[in-house]
């Protein structure tokens, strides 16, 4: 059975998207009226990150049964062709929220993309098969989510996130150049939900 890792690091929209960005910043404005308090078209932008729609795929970290981590980046399109050339004779696809969030934020960019995925992964609930979420089975389903962070340290593993950067931190750091760094962060959140899943499965 061949266990596939990953974690992804996203970036906020494309400047060519940004048009189309600008216009659905101004649709939500006019729908939310004075309901909510404004938000600034820079937080707006920067949500981008978290959407498929618009957001886009700075790297791909990932690690092949306990094979050492890797990282994919650079050019979007050739990133997303070898991680599913990599995945595909994958068994099972692991990572921590990845159910709701990697794995779809994938397969959306590949298909705006034009990249054909070599897997139609099932994303029913309640299944540790194809993918295994390690956020939602340390809650066993529950409807809370605990962070990689938090579940490292309970686990009394080192975290990923105590060497000066986080997810929120992923955009700052590509602005100044901090690119290695963001790729360095990505691998260690791979190798630290392998040792979560490890320890979850009783496998090491």
């Known amino acids: 059975m061949k266990k596939l890792f990953l974690d992804i690091e996203t970036l ?11 216009q659905l910043f101004e649709e939500q404005k006019k729908k939310n009226g004075k309901k909510t308090p404004d938000v600034s078209f820079d937080g707006y932008f920067r949500g981008t990150s978290f959407s498929g729609e618009f957001g886009r795929i700075f790297c791909i970290g990932y690690a092949v049964d306990d094979q050492p981590t890797q990282c994919l980046s650079g ?8 991680f599913w050339q990599i995945a ?3 068994s099972v696809f692991i990572g921590h929220n990845i159910m ?13 993309i034009g990249v054909q995925p070599t897997q139609n992964l099932s994303f029913a609930r309640y299944r540790s098969n194809p993918i295994f979420d ?19 340290l309970a686990l009394g593993l080192e975290s990923s996130k105590q060497d000066g950067i986080d997810g929120s931190q992923v955009y700052d750091f590509f602005l100044v150049g901090k690119l290695a760094e ?15 899943y490890n320890r979850i499965t009783f496998t090491n």
């Open 88 to 90: 595909s004779d994958a």
């Open 182 to 196: 963001i790729c360095d962060y990505c691998k260690r959140d791979v190798e630290v939900t392998r040792k979560i």
């Open 75 to 82: 050019d979007e399109k050739e990133m997303l062709e070898k």
């Open 100 to 112: 709701d969030f990697d794995m779809r934020f994938i397969y959306k960019r590949s298909i705006i």
């Open 12 to 22: 906020p929209a494309d400047g060519k998207d940004l048009p189309i960005v600008k």
């Open 134 to 152: 390690t956020m939602r089975e340390w809650e066993k389903w529950g409807s809370t989510g605990v962070s990689l962070h938090k579940l490292a």
